[in-house]
């Protein structure tokens, strides 16, 4: 429950206010005291009051002395930067008041003028307004056109960013498509990255593979073929022809494809 406002006024009854008086001692100084805790600052009170015999200093005499000290060693320019008297109080406070009853008016003729724009719209005439009135109310039209513009364009810049999400999640839901039917074809693979790559090209490479392969071996083959032969030249020069005629070489070994030359 929020705590009620007190109003501000002198208390005539002397028991309740010395009662009062003394609450609001306590919690005065309680709140000093906080700030100084919790800020780390110097602060110092003294209270004159008809009800005590001497004034309430607070927290100390010396400590109050040093703060009254340090006051009195300021510049008269920043000692009254800050300062007020009741006047000046009560001629603020009177400003702000002014204020908050200038707003509500204002608040209020708002609030008038769009109960006449809301009337004609239902068929109300013109005729009994005043000049002001109607300067007035071309005021608020103005406005609220204004209002009604700013709402439509980030209405459509809204659907227009959802349009192209749409659009975007329809591009990536036909690409998934697409590619699920190339894979029920047969048309596309999967490396073990999970990249689709495509079949044509995959076979294309795995052939050009296998004839590189293919030459490579054709070639080691014809390398072996001809150390055969020039071993057996060299063999057929050093000994006589019926050697080979005696000792015939193995099957596993004979050259069918080069036989020995003849003779």
């Known amino acids: 429950m929020a705590r009620r406002k007190v109003r501000l006024h002198y208390i005539a009854n002397e028991s309740s206010r010395r009662t009062t008086f003394r609450k609001r001692k306590k919690g005065l100084l309680k709140k000093v005291g906080e700030i100084t805790t919790l800020y780390d600052i110097k602060a110092a009170v003294i209270i004159y009051s008809p009800f005590d015999g001497e ?15 340090k006051f009195r060693d300021m510049s008269q320019m920043d000692k009254t930067r800050k300062m007020v008297d009741q006047e000046t109080f009560l001629r603020q406070r009177i400003d702000k008041v002014r204020e908050q009853i200038r707003k509500l008016k204002r608040d209020n003729r708002e609030k008038e003028i ?42 459509d810049e809204q659907n227009a960013d959802e349009q192209k999400q749409e659009e975007n999640q329809e591009n990536q839901l036909n690409q998934v498509q697409a590619e ?17 790559t495509n079949r044509g090209v995959q076979q294309q490479h795995h052939q050009a593979a296998m004839e590189s392969q293919s030459m490579e071996q054709w070639q080691y083959q014809m390398m072996q073929v001809t150390a055969q032969r020039q071993q057996h030249q060299q063999l057929f020069q050093q000994q006589p022809w019926f050697v080979d005629i005696m000792n015939p070489p193995s099957p596993q070994t004979r050259d069918f494809l080069h036989p020995l030359p003849p003779l």
């Open 114 to 155: 769009t109960q006449v724009m809301f009337g004609c719209l239902k068929g109300r005439t013109l005729s009994d307004l005043e000049m002001k009135d109607l300067q007035d109310l071309n005021f608020i039209i103005e406005r609220n056109l204004r209002e009604l513009e700013i709402k439509q364009r980030d209405v």
């Open 180 to 196: 699920s039917i190339v894979v029920e074809l047969g048309l596309t693979t999967r490396n073990a990255f999970g990249e689709g």
């Open 55 to 69: 004034p309430k200093v607070f927290p100390s005499h010396p400590e109050v002395h040093e703060v009254l000290t």
